[in-house]
């Protein structure tokens, strides 16, 4: 864990004597990619668990909306509206992640 949180660290920012420092530090294009990955992984699945059980998959959606009834805001999937899916995932939480780590490395200083 501490491998994955120390290449989350932006390490080129800071003179070599400011370690304590440098370690509250984000690196944004390691945080974008990871939130980005995650993201296309999540996506793919869902499609994926649409596709192969839509009327469940559905159900539990609904449950986790708190009882809304999402049955009546659906369509058939289609492989080109998931891989689309996918990618517009992946495009927005890359740059939700680089935005974020940018804000969080402004407000510690």
Same mark, same amino acid.
């Given at each position: 864990?501490?491998?994955? *949180?120390? *290449? @989350?660290? #932006?390490?080129? #920012?800071?003179? +070599?004597?400011?370690?304590? =420092?440098?370690? #509250?530090? @984000? #690196?944004? +294009? *390691?945080? $974008?990619? %990871? @939130?980005?990955?995650? %993201?296309?992984?999540? %996506?793919?699945?869902?499609?994926?668990?649409? $596709?192969?059980?839509? %009327? &469940?998959? !559905?159900?539990?959606? /609904? =449950?986790?909306?708190?009882?809304?009834?999402?049955?009546?805001?659906?369509?058939? !999937?289609?492989?080109? /509206? $998931?891989?689309?899916?996918?990618? =517009?995932? !992946? !495009?927005? $939480? &890359?740059?939700?992640?680089? @935005? &974020?780590?940018?804000?969080?490395?402004?407000?510690? =200083?």
């Amino acid at each position: 864990m501490v491998q994955v *949180r120390d *290449r @989350l660290l #932006n390490k080129t #920012n800071y003179k +070599k004597g400011d370690e304590k =420092e440098m370690k #509250n530090q @984000l #690196n944004p +294009k *390691r945080v $974008a990619l %990871s @939130l980005g990955i995650v %993201s296309g992984i999540v %996506s793919a699945l869902c499609a994926l668990l649409i $596709a192969v059980a839509p %009327s &469940f998959i !559905i159900n539990i959606f /609904g =449950e986790i909306f708190h009882g809304i009834d999402i049955s009546k805001i659906t369509k058939s !999937i289609t492989l080109g /509206g $998931a891989l689309l899916g996918t990618i =517009e995932a !992946i !495009i927005l $939480a &890359f740059i939700i992640g680089w @935005l &974020f780590a940018k804000v969080y490395n402004t407000i510690k =200083e």
